[in-house]
């Protein structure tokens, strides 16, 4: 069964300092997508990156990065250089059989609660 | 531009009553979801309107949920007879054509906390 896991409940950082996040996943279907969102305290759910199961590089974003490894399904997401706008929940997501018209809903995990700090 | 809204922004109710959230998407977004967040929790998903392809409604938890969208504008999720579990935040997105592209985001709106007493 197609699953997230956020092992993370809540993470530190310094003030320009790199963080990383931790996602792994679990799907049987070769073909699928991995997004990051964060969502700040106000609530909105703001997209922040995507990687495809079949692309060949990491996805970059600004300052962010998805650190993606196929084999061992993980899918973390890298800020580098923390702002203290920074501080928000953060949710990996997973959409599966992103070929072929399927239902294209997003799994997500539970959220990994980034607090930076000056 | 305007992104997805969604009303009422904040919604409490009696237990065994009756709501309706609406959505509204993004203008020439066909594809429509609702999810509900519990509080500290991820989102989940509740359905999903594409075009004018029969719903994806495998996420409903049960028969006192369902959805409607008009064509490809306005969504409403009703619940039914409102329990205290029902109180969550309910989110809606779209997203902007065809999900043949696997990087199509979701634009999502700013969600209705609905509170049963």
């Known amino acids: 069964a197609q699953k997230i896991t956020q092992t993370q409940p809540g993470m530190f950082v310094q003030e320009k300092e790199a963080v990383t996040l931790d996602c792994t996943y679990d799907?049987?279907?070769?073909?699928?997508?991995l997004f990051w969102y964060k969502q700040p305290s106000s609530g909105e759910m703001i997209f922040l990156i995507y990687q495809g199961s079949y692309d060949q590089q990491n996805a970059t974003e600004g300052r962010y990065s998805l650190n993606f490894q196929k084999a061992r399904k993980s899918a973390n997401l890298v800020i580098s250089a923390s702002q203290l706008g920074d501080s928000a929940m953060y949710f990996c997501?997973?959409?599966?059989?992103?070929?072929?018209?399927?239902?294209?809903?997003?799994?997500f995990g539970t959220g990994t609660l980034l607090a930076v700090q000056p | 531009g305007a992104g997805v809204s969604q009303s009422p922004s904040n919604k409490v109710t009696e237990k065994g009553k009756d709501v309706e959230l609406r959505c509204d998407p993004i203008?020439?977004?066909?594809?429509l979801y609702w999810y509900r967040q519990r509080l500290g929790q991820g989102l989940e998903f509740l359905i999903y309107?594409?075009?004018?392809?029969?719903?994806?409604k495998s996420g409903l938890p049960s028969d006192r949920f369902s959805a409607e969208r008009t064509g490809e504008s306005v969504s409403t999720l009703t619940i039914q007879r409102t329990q205290q579990e029902d109180s969550a935040v309910y989110l809606c997105?779209?997203?902007?054509?065809?999900?043949?592209?696997?990087?199509?985001?979701?634009?999502f709106g700013p969600g209705t906390r609905l509170t049963v007493l």
């Open positions: 203008s020439g977004h066909t594809a």
């Open positions: 799907t049987s279907d070769p073909s699928y997508g």
């Open positions: 309107f594409q075009g004018n392809s029969a719903p994806d």
């Open positions: 997501a997973m959409r599966e059989a992103v070929y072929g018209g399927a239902t294209n809903k997003l799994i």
């Open positions: 997105a779209s997203s902007p054509r065809q999900e043949l592209y696997p990087g199509n985001e979701q634009f």
